[in-house]
């Protein structure tokens, strides 16, 4: 059974930091492209950053210079680093690996107060 866990969400003040990580099991996620998304209610999932299985990362503008993707794959994980968080920052942090199959994760709620 595959399964992907999102971890990492919490509440964090202005400025702050979190690191979520995806854990797969089931698939190598080494073969995968990851992409982290966000949601907040009412609201379609939007990619916040992607990294594919030859490490080359991207970023959406409103995260860049913040956020960092990165992978271990001795772990399975793909983590997201996040810096200087701000209120906007705020939803459901979910992640996705596409290769052959599309697997999302349950999703880990970050919330930044003001």
């Known amino acids: 059974q595959v399964r992907l866990v999102e971890t990492g969400g919490g509440l964090v003040q202005f400025g702050g930091s979190l690191t979520l990580s995806c854990v797969a099991s089931g698939i190598p996620l080494s073969s995968y492209i990851v992409t982290w998304y966000r949601q907040v209610p009412g609201s379609q999932r939007r990619i916040v950053a992607s990294?594919?299985?030859?490490?080359?990362?991207s970023y959406k503008d409103f995260v860049q210079g913040r956020f960092t993707i990165s992978r271990d794959n001795t772990k399975n994980t793909v983590y997201l680093q996040m810096n200087n968080l701000k209120p906007e920052d705020t939803a459901v942090y979910y992640c996705n690996a596409v290769w052959d199959t599309n697997y999302w994760g349950q999703g880990t709620q970050v919330t930044v107060s003001s």
């Open positions: 990294i594919t299985d030859g490490g080359r990362t």
